[in-house]
């Protein structure tokens, strides 16, 4: 399974951004998607996640201006971000791993296998 990110960039306090998580190499279907993001000096987090039926999940920090989707033609998950403020920061990564997995471990251990490379959000104030 490749993911390539993108949609990252510069942007002020208070706009938007829609990050963008293209898959190819398996079926869409069979993958959950997960966006974390990596601010300098801390682990990466999850932030938002879309199994692959598309419920979604997220992370406390996310809810009210993080909204996650996916399109199951074009094989690709969005991450909307609102409102953005200077603390969102991050280089942003999307990861997957398979449904199977999910079923199998559950959604808290279930490993993301693969994973994009990375696009860095960030926003001035």
């Known amino acids: 399974v490749q993911l390539q990110a993108s949609g990252g960039g510069l942007v002020q306090a208070g706009g938007s951004l829609r990050l963008s998580c293209a898959a190819s190499g398996s079926p869409f279907s069979s993958l959950s998607v997960g966006w974390f993001r990596q601010i300098p000096g801390k682990e990466r987090v999850l932030m938002a996640h879309s199994n692959w039926n598309s419920d979604s999940y997220y992370a406390a920090d996310a809810k009210g201006r993080f909204t996650i989707s996916r399109d199951n033609i074009k094989s690709t998950v969005y991450l909307q971000i609102n409102s953005l403020k200077p603390e969102d920061t991050a280089v942003y990564f999307c990861?997957?791993?398979?449904?199977?997995?999910?079923?199998?471990?559950?959604?808290?251990?279930?490993?993301?296998?693969?994973w994009g490379q990375g696009t860095l959000v960030t926003v001035s104030s």
């Open positions: 990861a997957a791993r398979y449904r199977s997995s999910v079923v199998v471990h559950g959604f808290r251990d279930a490993p993301f296998e693969f």
